[in-house]
Structures are given as C-alpha cells and as structure tokens.
C-alpha cells in the first residue's frame, strides 16, 4: 500500500501500524493503517525522502502513546490475547508474549545498527540501554 509523506500531526498520528486498538476489541479483523511516512519502492520501505522533523514528531507521539499503555499492564493484561489475522489463519498471542517479541526484535535491530556502522568503517556509539539509564 502506498502512501504519502504529509508532515505528523496530533490529528493524524493515528496512522501507526500500532494504533489499533486492540484493547477494546481483539477480535478484529480490520487491518493496520500504514505509517503515512512510508514510500514503497521494490521490496521495501523508503523514508529519506521525510524531513527528520517530521519523523522525531512521529517517534514522540508513538512513544508517549506506548508509556501510556505500559502504565495499564498488569497480570490481567499481559495475559491477554490478542488476534493477528493472518491469510493461512487467525493466530493467538498474549500480550506478554507480543511483548517478548517486540523486545527481541529491537535487539535484532540494534545489532543490525552496529554492523552497518562498522561496515560502513565508523565504531558505533555506545548502545547499551543501561548507559542512557545512568545518571551522570
């Protein structure tokens, strides 16, 4: 699906492939909405084209919105299951386990980050959470 790159707004940020809410009704079967910064070109996604502004002002409403759902997990919550229609058949996943998911494929990209940086003849930055954690 192609979409443009109309500049983030709080009136339009729902276009996150997460903002579904699946709280309220996990049985849907409604598609995500595309992140309106994506270009499709081949194979992939294209976002040189976003003026970084836009894409910050994007991160920050995706985040602030992800702090605020992680204030409601409790055990009720992360037992939860969520649907993810999928063309050979619905899957079932609890929250907990989507969360595992989400937390393994950050790890992926980071060590794809410092591959690339090195590959590219840089030493990456230091990427440790615990580094951006410690007060100085």
Known sequence: ???GTAPLTASN????PCSRDDRTDNASTQPARPCPFV???????CYAQVPLAD?????R???????????TLDAQERAREVVMPRPEGDERFT????LWHVLQHEVRHTAQIALLTRQAGYVPPQ??????LTPR
């Open 95 to 98: 929250v907990e386990h989507l």
């Open 1 to 3: 699906m192609k979409s």
């Open 13 to 16: 940020r729902s276009g996150h």
């Open 127 to 132: 990427l440790d959470l615990l580094v951006y």
């Open 55 to 59: 894409l910050l002002v994007y991160w």
């Open 61 to 71: 409403a995706v985040e602030a919105s992800t702090l605020e759902y992680l204030k």
């Open 39 to 45: 270009i499709w070109q081949g194979d992939g996604a």
